[in-house]
């Protein structure tokens, strides 16, 4: 005597399921990523015990100054640690030939920085970048 079994609808292998899973690496991978801006540039040089560029001696060979504007927590304007009125920032941009250079602490407020970027702008100046400090490895 034979048994013989019927034949049982056939099985499918199906991607939905491995379709969510990466969609779901996708987002969680999308979210724990650090996205880096590759405009920034690093202000602490290789082999100088300095810590920004207006520590750093003057370079005679180049025309245009560097001008380091910093952000504090209060959203107020530092240059040389000195803290900056709105006319007095104007009057600082207004000087020909410089690149300015803004560093926002970590607390600075939002409208600070705006408002800087745009005292920028309204100065004409083209070479301006936002800078951040990073500890070098």
């Given at each position: ?13 199906t991607l939905v399921p491995l379709i969510d899973v990466l969609f779901i690496l ?35 060979k180049d025309p245009v100054q560097s001008l ?70």
């Amino acid at each position: 005597m034979s048994l013989m079994r019927r034949p049982g609808p056939a099985r499918r292998i199906t991607l939905v399921p491995l379709i969510d899973v990466l969609f779901i690496l996708l987002v969680y991978f999308m979210v724990t990523s650090v996205y880096r801006d590759l405009d920034m540039i690093p202000v602490v040089r290789a082999g100088s015990g300095a810590t920004g560029p207006e520590l750093s001696p003057p370079q005679s060979k180049d025309p245009v100054q560097s001008l380091l504007l910093r952000i504090n927590a209060g959203g107020q304007v530092v240059l040389r640690g000195r803290v900056l009125s709105p006319d007095a920032l104007a009057r600082v941009l207004a000087q020909p030939e410089q690149r300015v250079l803004i560093l926002p602490t970590g607390a600075a407020p939002l409208w600070a920085l705006t408002g800087v970027m745009d005292a920028v702008a309204d100065a004409g100046i083209s070479d301006a970048r936002l800078v951040r400090l990073e500890a070098i490895r």
